[in-house]
Structure formats: structure tokens, C-alpha cells
């Protein structure tokens, strides 16, 4: 079991930045490929982005792929996700997720996330 819980979220104006910490707790950090996603009011969850175990691979959806930056701290148990340039459309209340890569082929595009945090709100103002 790993518990998540987000934070960092909050309202920005249109163009600015804001990092989004993940801090895990329970099983070791370091064996669970970490991810992030968000939701919009009436819109479907959708990928923002994930990283390996040990940090040294990362992965991006197209919706912030260019404006995001993941990365980990497993000495701390914390992920996090730097974003920048953000816009109104950014929107939405982001998550955290965790889960083990099954194989050594599975690439980070296709592990499944077993392990969610209770999400934070990120508000972008125009």
C-alpha cells in the first residue's frame, strides 16, 4: 500500500508557474514509477506526464508536454511537477498515482497506476 497526498495547488494568473509535491508514504518510494494527471470540471482524467523509478526517464502527455517538468526526490518520498507558462485551460484539479512496472520491457507509457492521491486544485486566472 502507498498513500499519496498532493500539494502546492492554488490559483496563479495566466503565464505563471507553479511545482505540485507528491509525498509518498508506506512501501519503498523508489520501486513505484510515479505519475501525474488532472481533471477538468466535465472533462474525462488525462495523462500529464510520469517518471521512472529512478528518476532518469520521463514520460509526457500531450497536453503539457513542453511547459512540464517531473521529477523525484526518492530520498524524500516526494515527486513533483513543475509547470510553467500555464494557461486558463490548465485548469483542473491534479493527481499523483503510483504503480509497479510488471516487466522490465513495461515502458512508462503503459504501466497501469494502482495508487492515487486525493488530487489538489491548480486555478489558472486570465
Known amino acids: 500500500q502507498v498513500q499519496l497526498v498532493e500539494s502546492g495547488g492554488g490559483l496563479v494568473q495566466a503565464g505563471g508557474s507553479l511545482r505540485l509535491s507528491c509525498a509518498a508514504s508506506g512501501r519503498t518510494f523508489g520501486n513505484y514509477v510515479m505519475g501525474w494527471f488532472r481533471q477538468a470540471p466535465g472533462k474525462e482524467r488525462e495523462f500529464v506526464g510520469s517518471?521512472?523509478?529512478?528518476?532518469?526517464?520521463?514520460f509526457y502527455g500531450e497536453s503539457m508536454k513542453g511547459r512540464s517538468t517531473i521529477s523525484r526526490d526518492n530520498a524524500k518520498s516526494t515527486g513533483y511537477l513543475q509547470m510553467n507558462s500555464l494557461e486558463p485551460e490548465d485548469t483542473a484539479v491534479y493527481y499523483c498515482?503510483?504503480?509497479?512496472?510488471?516487466?522490465?520491457?513495461?515502458?512508462?507509457?503503459?504501466?497501469?497506476?494502482?495508487?492515487w492521491g486525493q488530487g489538489t486544485q491548480v486555478t489558472v486566472s486570465s
Open positions: 517518471i521512472s523509478e529512478s528518476g532518469g526517464y520521463t
Open positions: 498515482a503510483a504503480g509497479l512496472r510488471p516487466t522490465v520491457e513495461t515502458s512508462l507509457a503503459q504501466i497501469r497506476f494502482r495508487y
